[in-house]
Antibody
Framework: EVQLVQSGVEVKKPGESLKISCKGS????????IGWVRQMPGKGLEWMGI????????RYSPSFQGQVTISADKSISTAYLQWSSLKASDTAMYYC??????????????WGQGTLVTVAS | QSVLTQPPSVSGAPGQRVTISCTGS?????????VHWYRQLPVTAPKLLIY???NRPSGVPDRFSGSKSGTSASLAITGLQAEDEADYYC???????????FGTGTKVTVL
């Protein structure tokens, strides 16, 4: 079974750094792009960016370029999303998902269970 | 604000048919890029419902269908059931942004 398991709930203060993870299993991790999606409280889905774990080729949405860093460690089949200095506006649920399809836009399937990040002083 | 616009809400009685529109422009749906649809039940991760405009993944009932014309796409749900009460999102690619985008989302209510 293809599965993505994300790291747990995070509660941080403004200005702190954070790295959340997404571990893939049940498939060849290096053969599929992995993406990250933000959902702020009560709001819709936002496409943040994607990474190809085989060579770490990374693409960002213009809205998130420079705000977050997406990385991957193919030796442990894990993708990451990190912030160097959190803001209160980063409070959201963050989902990772595997991308499928041979051409744009690829679709997300399956999804991780989500990581809730709360940033508050 | 997304470049793909959906109605905030649609509703229908059990057994009825509802449709959700996803309106884009010449730089996304109108450029021929595929549209995918997701369903998000309350307090759960989204799940793929339709890919490549009108293809259903294994396990998705044929009550769900997708279509596309011009700069818009639609998701139709026939035989509406209480379990269909959820948020629905479209997704496509925008060449101006060089990025995939999600629609604004639609909440389906079963009366």
């Amino acid at each position: 079974e293809v599965q993505l398991v994300q790291s747990g709930v995070e509660v941080k203060k403004p200005g702190e750094s954070l790295k959340i993870s997404c571990k893939g299993s049940g498939y060849r991790f290096t053969s599929y792009w992995i993406g990250w999606v933000r959902q702020m409280p009560g709001k819709g889905l936002e496409w943040m960016g994607i990474i190809y774990p085989s060579d770490s080729d990374t693409r960002y949405s213009p809205s998130f370029q420079g705000q977050v860093t997406i990385s991957a460690d193919k030796s442990i089949s894990t993708a990451y999303l990190q912030w160097s200095s959190l803001k209160a506006s980063d409070t959201a649920m963050y989902y990772c998902a595997r991308l499928s399809g041979s051409y744009l836009p690829r679709w997300f399937d399956p999804w991780g269970q989500g990581t809730l990040v709360t940033v508050a002083s | 604000q997304s470049v793909l616009t959906q109605p905030p809400s649609v509703s229908g009685a059990p057994g009825q048919r509802v449709t959700i529109s996803c309106t884009g422009s010449s730089s996304n749906i109108g450029a021929g890029y595929d549209v995918h649809w997701y369903r998000q039940l309350p307090v759960t991760a989204p799940k793929l419902l339709i890919y490549g405009d009108n293809n259903r993944p294994s396990g998705v009932p044929d009550r769900f269908s997708g279509s596309k014309s011009g700069t818009s796409a639609s998701l139709a749900i026939t035989g509406l059931q209480a379990e269909d009460e959820a948020d629905y999102y479209c997704q496509s690619y925008d060449s101006s942004l060089s990025s995939s985008v999600f629609g604004t989302g639609t909440k389906v209510t079963v009366l």
